[in-house]
């Protein structure tokens, strides 16, 4: 089945230590976003691939980085996490090019930082 | 400054009655809306969605209803089942070339046998 896989769907690191997490998509989508979510609260979202063209938003801290390699995959690394860091990590992708609006979930990553 | 809320995070249903879930947002420029359901462990799966151009959405036992002037969509189910407790979210679209989607808090539904 076409789908978005995210690995690992929990990943624990020490406070500092750089973390990376990845996703993957099948269903060869132009756009690929990367949302932060926290206990009780909405998604929030970090940035956005359009292709290779990279889109932040303005208020995600620096220590947030993101690489798409190519079409398939994305990465997410946190450079130095703090405690304020965990949270549920969630990547979504859309067709793009005037397509449906509809965003397609991963099923998350949770990570915890000790 | 929370532009979608979903001021109701839990809600608790008979089965076989209607499910009745709201959602408020402040910024006019909103043009697309969504709903998206959450299980635990999962990522949220879309469930259906509205153009502002529209006051209602129906597709099986789920319908969007949008009142523009009010700000305000709700999210019908019936009949509800057990299968439909889930957290409900709804999301709106920012508009312009990022399609960029502002979501509620979310609403935990509850719908007991």
């Known amino acids: 089945d076409a789908m978005v896989i995210q690995n690992p769907r929990y990943q624990v690191t020490q406070f500092g230590k750089p973390v990376t997490l990845s996703c993957s998509q099948t269903?060869?989508?132009?756009?690929m976003y990367w949302y932060q979510q926290k206990s009780s609260q909405a998604p929030k979202l970090l940035f956005h691939?359009?292709?290779?063209?990279?889109?932040n938003e303005a208020d995600t801290p620096d220590n947030f980085q993101s690489r798409r390699p190519n079409t398939s995959f994305c990465f997410l690394d946190i450079r130095s996490p703090g405690l304020g860091d965990a949270a549920m990590y969630l990547c979504?992708?859309?067709?793009?090019?005037?397509?449906?609006?509809?965003?397609?979930f991963g099923p998350g990553t949770r990570l915890t930082v000790l | 400054d929370q532009q979608v809320k979903q001021n109701s995070p839990s809600l608790s249903v008979q089965e076989g009655r209607i499910s009745i879930l709201n959602c408020d947002y402040t910024n006019s420029m909103f043009d697309y809306f969504l709903w998206y359901k959450k299980y635990p462990a999962e990522g949220p799966t879309f469930l259906i969605s509205i153009s502002s151009i529209k006051d209602k959405n129906e597709d099986g036992r789920f319908t969007v209803f949008l009142n523009k002037s009010a700000k305000h969509l709700s999210l019908h189910i019936v009949p509800s089942q057990p299968g439909d407790s889930a957290v409900y979210f709804c999301a709106a679209r920012g508009g312009g070339a990022t399609n960029k989607l502002i979501f509620g808090t979310g609403t935990l539904l509850a719908v007991q046998p």
């Open positions: 269903l060869n989508h132009n756009v």
């Open positions: 979504a992708t859309r067709v793009g090019g005037g397509g449906t609006d509809t965003q397609y």
């Open positions: 691939y359009y292709d290779k063209d990279f889109n």
